[in-house]
């Protein structure tokens, strides 16, 4: 995760167990840079080429994020939102539909195959 290690974090969220990201921070970074991040909202079009959704099955995701040690609430929240499209929505809105490309992310050889297009645009 970059957020700690570039200090582009302003505090965490107990409720979601995760950093809070300081959208000034990261407006601030120079361009060149991959961002991972679950929303688009914030970030202007002109700062992306190309923009993955990475997709995958409920069920998969899940037992994944179960695993991870994820709290009932986050769980819920992240099974709701792939159910419902929410992220692949959002950058469909906020970015033009031909850079928005959705990923495969249930299988280990789809993680491959996202982390080598990953390694390839950076």
């Known amino acids: 995760l970059l957020l700690p290690r570039l200090e582009l974090y302003d505090g965490y969220d107990e ?7 300081d959208e000034d921070r ?6 060149g840079v991959i961002i991972d991040y679950h929303g688009c ?4 079009e002109c700062w992306f080429h190309t923009v993955f959704v990475l997709r995958t099955d409920a069920n998969v995701l899940y ?10 609430k986050k769980l ?3 099974i709701q939102c792939e159910i419902f499209q929410v992220l692949y929505e959002e950058a469909t809105a906020s ?9 495969p ?12 297009i990953k ?4």
């Open 63 to 72: 037992e994944r994020l179960e695993t991870k040690g994820y709290n009932e």
């Open 26 to 31: 990261v407006a601030d970074k120079e361009c």
């Open 95 to 103: 970015y033009k539909e031909e850079v928005v490309h959705q990923l």
């Open 76 to 78: 819920k929240d992240n």
């Open 15 to 21: 409720e979601y167990d995760c950093p809070v990201l």
């Open 105 to 116: 992310s249930n299988k280990p050889e789809e993680l491959e195959n996202n982390q080598q």
């Open 41 to 44: 909202d914030i970030f202007p």
């Open 119 to 122: 390694d390839h645009n950076s």
